[in-house]
Structure formats: structure tokens, C-alpha cells
């Protein structure tokens, strides 16, 4: 493989010679067309990928529907399934700089970040799905009929509950945070005894591709993890339509959902969504300040906002609001911009050019029409790519605007006045999204009685991001999407009923 790449910047052992394979059955293949792999922080060739060839994707799903079926790794003793999860734990730890440059270099996400975070929490993922492998259980209940039901009584039962694995999931990864989604999604559908066949977002294929080579040196066995590369109109809708896929489940955006889920309905797979989100960030006038301005920006450009529970709509205080506003714009403003694998980057560039003209064209049409004014000095500058779009603050945003209602999934922040509690709760609400949302007050009362009303999945008080593990982010709202969080979305229930005293 030929690079274009400054060698001076890439450690040899970071990249393979060789182009990002299919990995089906345990065994890796390079088949297809080949595309490139162009780091957004200078623009220049890494690396490549193979697409999956149509043999590939009907060996992948033979591959990942025959291992289930003989249960090889679902009817495997639950102790064993959960040392392999450790063994993936460790083997994420061991080599966290790696998989985190291999992200920085494929989507611009900032290394320091994704080692301090992503690979963190990856590595904490597949341990907790081990912790829930030795912990799988249901519930028993017993139970009798009516006593008049039958002469001298209706009998007695024992109804036994649990969960058993879903069967063969298509599995469909985002760019923004491919290797902290994929253990999320991997580890838990892993658990339950499911096998796999995932395709990574076309942008983002490095990383998904070590974890897959991680999982089968950790003991994985064949054709339980099968990894396909190649775009989602073609290799995402094959993988989807086919009869032998008991789950499909997505990450990514509104519009993506609403395809799958129309493809889904010819076979009626079952279908769990992560879509799009419009977090709205309330700062009451009773919230300390100096807490939440630094978490509203962060809330806004950690990963360069490209992140579907970002905290991208600011409502705060009409007496609070210059304060606020100021100062999240004034914090954004210092925000070290730069090459994704400099240890001082905060933000990087964008995943791609393409996506910075988009995320571009939303803040310059809204400053244009007058649906927002700019706030503070932040403005693109002389970047080594087009890929970078500086962090921005659009402060009196006009209400159902454009830039006010559409995810953006980038470095925008748009910011509003309320002044009152229930006009604070009626224009968070007022999007097509229900991810998330995040308040700052010292009224615990307060915030009770808002969270309440809020409608969506997940609420965080004088806080917004939360370890994932650590705390639940429930289920989306609206066009947020439609799924069970962790082992249970990958699991289908199951009871048993059995007599044990009969009546008669």
C-alpha cells in the first residue's frame, strides 16, 4: 500500500501494508474495490479499504447464521463467553494508542480525546458485558387459576421468565465514535449469545477492523463476529433485506432510520434505532455559573459536536443570558484547534471535506437570512484542510429556524433566551428529537419537575456527558429512534409455564 502520509507523524506499527479486509469465518479477505483512505487532518492518502463483493456478504450472513445455529457461541457456558469479553478488555487496553490514532487518522477525531475517553470506555464496555454474562438470569413467579375455574380449584404454576439471544444481528456502525459505539453495540450483542455481522460507516473502517482481528486472538470463534466494509446503499441494504437477519440495528441519522426501517418491513426484522439529536442545554437563573458554562461547551464541541447527544441548542435565562453566552463563546474561542494527533488538540478536523461544507453551509445560511447573529470572534481561518470548521456560537436564534431545528453534527452551537420555566420547557421540546437534554439549577425541586417534563430518552442535572456504563441513558424519543439499551436490545424474551400441582 502506498502513502502519501508524512512519516514523521504515523508510527509504522499504527498501519498495514496491506488494504482494510472483509472479515468472514474467522479468515480475512481483499476481494473488492479498493477506495482510499484520506486523513482529514492534512488531506493526504493513508491507507485503503476493500469493499465487500456480493460472494462476501452471502458468506458473511452463512457464516454468522450457521454459528448461531449450531451454538457455538450462544450455547457456550456463560463462564466461557465471559473470559473471552475480559480477554477483549485487556487486549483494548493494551493497545489503546493504537486504536486511538488509527481514529484520529480516519475521522479527525482528536487522539488525546479518544485515548482518554473512547478506548477507555470501549475497554470498559466488554468487561461490564462480561460482568453481565455471569449474571444472566430471568425471574420466577408462581401462580394458580381462579379457584372457581375449575372443580376443587384450578392448578398451580411456576412461570419462568428470561431472555434469550436475539440470533444473527446486522449490525450498522457510525463514523463519529466507531470503535466507543462498536463496543457498545459488539460487547452487549456478544453477551447475549448473538452473532454478528457489522458493517462500519464507510468513513470509519480501521478501527472495527483491529477489534474484529482483537476478538478472534482473544478466542472469538469463527463466523460469531464478520466484519463487512462498503457503502450502506449497497452493502448496508443487502445485509438488511436478507431473510436470514433476526436484528437489524443502526446507529446514524433520521433519514437512514426511516430507509432501513421500510427495507426492514419486507421480512419484518425487527429493527433498533439510534438516530439524530437537538440537545437543548437549560441554564436556569439559579445555576452556578461557573459549572455550567465550562460543561455547555463541552456539551457543544467535545468531538467537534459530531456527536448525536452534543448539547447543540443553548436556552438560558434572560438574566443570565449575556453571561452565559459570552462566556461559552469566549472558552470555544481558546479552544486549541489542530492535527488530530497532536496531544494538544481539542479540536480537530471534521471526518471529511465533504461534511465541513455541509456543517459550514448551516451556519452561513443562518447568519445570512438573520435567523442568528454570530457571537464572539470565532471564524474559519487558514486551515491545512478544508475539513476544519472553527467552533462557533450563533446566539438569538430565531425559533424554528433552520439552524435552530436541523441536527447539524457539527462545531454549532445556537443559543436562545427564555423567560420562564415553562417557556424553557416548551422550546426544549420544540424539535423532532427526544435523545437527550441537560439542565443547570440548584433547585433540586426544580429539577424533578423539569426533567418530568422533558421529552426524552435521558436527562443530566449541573452535568452532561456521563459514564455510559455508570449511568442509563433510557430510550429515545420521536424521531430519536426506537431501542432497548444494552443485553436487553439484543435479547428476546422467553416464558415457560409448568404445572406443578394439579386440581383434578
Not at 426501517?261 to 429493527?271: I, R
Not at 437570512?369 to 436564534?397: H, K, W
Not at 453534527?409 to 445556537?414: A, E, M, N, S, T
Request: glycine share 10%; charged share 25%; hydrophobic share 45%.
Amino acid at each position: 500500500m502506498s502513502t502519501t502520509a508524512d512519516s514523521a507523524r504515523i508510527d509504522p506499527g499504527w498501519l498495514d501494508a496491506d488494504p482494510a479486509p472483509q472479515i468472514i469465518d474467522g479468515e480475512e479477505r481483499r476481494d473488492g474495490q479498493l477506495h482510499d483512505i484520506v486523513d482529514p487532518s492534512t488531506g493526504e492518502v493513508i491507507g485503503a479499504w476493500t469493499e465487500a463483493t456480493e460472494r462476501d456478504l452471502d458468506d458473511a450472513l452463512a457464516a454468522a447464521r450457521r454459528s448461531f445455529d449450531e451454538g457455538v457461541w450462544s450455547r457456550m457456558a456463560v463462564a466461557r463467553r465471559a473470559e473471552v469479553l475480559d480477554a477483549i478488555s485487556l487486549r483494548i487496553r493494551e493497545e489503546t494508542r493504537t486504536l486511538a490514532a488509527l481514529e484520529a487518522l480516519e475521522t479527525g477525531k482528536p487522539m488525546m480525546g479518544a485515548i482518554t475517553y473512547d478506548m477507555y470506555e470501549a475497554a470498559n464496555l466488554f468487561a461490564y458485558a462480561a460482568g453481565l454474562c455471569r449474571d444472566l438470569h430471568g425471574s420466577t413467579r408462581r401462580t394458580t387459576f381462579p379457584p372457581d375455574l375449575l372443580p376443587g380449584g384450578g392448578p398451580e404454576l411456576l412461570n419462568l421468565s428470561f431472555g434469550e439471544p436475539a440470533g444473527v444481528v446486522a449490525e450498522m456502525l457510525p463514523w463519529n465514535a466507531p470503535m466507543f459505539t462498536g463496543s457498545e453495540r459488539i460487547a452487549a450483542a456478544l453477551a447475549a449469545g448473538c452473532s454478528i455481522v457489522a458493517k462500519p460507516a464507510e468513513e470509519a473502517n480501521l478501527s472495527p477492523v483491529r477489534l474484529a482481528r482483537i476478538a478472534l486472538e482473544c478466542g472469538l470463534p469463527p463466523g460469531v463476529l464478520n466484519l463487512v466494509l462498503g457503502p450502506g446503499e449497497t452493502v448496508g441494504e443487502r445485509l438488511i433485506s436478507d431473510p436470514r437477519v433476526d436484528l437489524i440495528s443502526l446507529t446514524g441519522g433520521v433519514e437512514t432510520g426511516r430507509h432501513v426501517l421500510a427495507l426492514a418491513a419486507k421480512n419484518l426484522t425487527p429493527v433498533s434505532l439510534e438516530l439524530g439529536g437537538k440537545a437543548p442545554v437549560i441554564v436556569f437563573d439559579d445555576a452556578d455559573l461557573a459549572n455550567a458554562i465550562p460543561w455547555a461547551m463541552m456539551a457543544a464541541f467535545v468531538n467537534m459536536g459530531q456527536v448525536c447527544i452534543s448539547g447543540s441548542r443553548l436556552l438560558v435565562h434572560e438574566s443570565v443570558y449575556d453571561d452565559v453566552v459570552n462566556g461559552v463563546a469566549g472558552a470555544a474561542a481558546s479552544l486549541p484547534i489542530g492535527d488530530a494527533l497532536d496531544a494538544e488538540t481539542f479540536i480537530g478536523p471534521l471526518v471529511s471535506e465533504r461534511h465541513a461544507d455541509r456543517v459550514r453551509g448551516f451556519r452561513d445560511r443562518a447568519l445570512a437570512s438573520g435567523d442568528a447573529e454570530r457571537v464572539g470572534e470565532a471564524s474559519d481561518r487558514d486551515f491545512p484542510t478544508a475539513a476544519f470548521v472553527a467552533p462557533s456560537v450563533l446566539g438569538r436564534t430565531r425559533p424554528g429556524s433552520e439552524i435552530e431545528q436541523q441536527e447539524v453534527f457539527g462545531p454549532i452551537l445556537v443559543a436562545q433566551s427564555f423567560s420562564s420555566e415553562e417557556e424553557a420547557i416548551a422550546r426544549a421540546n420544540a424539535t423532532q428529537y427526544g435523545l437527550n437534554a441537560t439542565m443547570f439549577t440548584r433547585d433540586i425541586e426544580r429539577a424533578f419537575r423539569v426533567a418530568d417534563q422533558l421529552q426524552c430518552g435521558e436527562v443530566d442535572v449541573n452535568v452532561h456527558f456521563t459514564p455510559l456504563i455508570a449511568a442509563g441513558r433510557g430510550e429515545p424519543r420521536k424521531s430519536s429512534g426506537l431501542s432497548k439499551r444494552g443485553l436487553e436490545g439484543y435479547q428476546v424474551s422467553k416464558a415457560i409455564n409448568i404445572q406443578i400441582r394439579s386440581s383434578l
